[in-house]
């Protein structure tokens, strides 16, 4: 099994488009320079945040080269080699240890809903067929399957799984990861919301959207999480506004509107999701108003 020590906060980057609809590699590396400088310890390339779903092979090839390139050694960058085909998410697999990555995160097989001895067969086909060091994917509500607590230790003597992203949203099912797996793979939350609880049932991180907009909000609610600090509350009272501007919309374009409005453009988003409809924008505007959650953006 790799030997890693990934921690912290991990986020997922979005995929910044122009005008025309190609990737704006300007913006992506500025993206990846800003999440650094505000603590995160690793950052993910194509992973849902990031559309990969909209995104062609090619483009994703690229885009875990210009992350691993760009970084230039400061964090580990995580690829999302997550797709339909066994075989496409094997080539994606190569291709990030071609750029130098340092691991991948994975989703379970997509829409074919497989029973537990089927996720089994699948990650260990993949274990054996890249040298990539994975972190498992579970997210239930996108995946239509769990990857519960007990399948994940089963997975966890497989060579190169080496963490697990939960997104189930439950923490007891996280607390009993940390129980079961906590010593021989990375636990992180898929949300920043669970950040204090998770880290006190010590979960190792959090794979995180609203960084990339408000990072130095993030980083302080991760290191305060533990502490008993007086301002945790008014922290995480911030973090919650910033995910209900996210479920104001389809998640992935409403990151993107809510950047957009506190002058981080990424861009829209690609089909199948569209801009946001004007009621949506006016939505969102209200929550950053009503919370003040300007004076978190970067710009």
Known sequence: MADVNWGGIFPVLVTPFGADGSVNETRYKALIDDAIASGARGVIAAGSTGEFYALTRAERTRLHKLAVDHVAGRVPVLAGVSDLRVEDILEACQSAVA?????????????????????????????????????????????????????VEHLSALPTVVAIKDSSGVITQVSELVQRVGDKLRVFVGYETMIVPARAVCAHGVVAMAHQIAGPLIRDYWDKALTGD??????????????????SGAYYAAIKETMSQLGRDAGAPRLPLLPLADEQKAAIAKIIADAGLARWAQV
């Open 230 to 247: 007086k301002m945790l509350d008014d922290l995480g009272r911030d973090v919650f506004a910033f995910y209900r501007c996210f479920q």
């Open 99 to 151: 750029a130098g990555c340092a691991g991948g995160m994975i989703l379970p097989p997509i829409y074919a809903m497989p029973s537990p001895r089927e996720i089994v067969a699948f990650f260990e086909h993949i274990s054996r067929n890249t040298s990539l060091p994975l972190m498992l994917y579970n997210s239930p509500r996108r995946a239509g399957i769990d990857i519960t607590p007990a399948l």
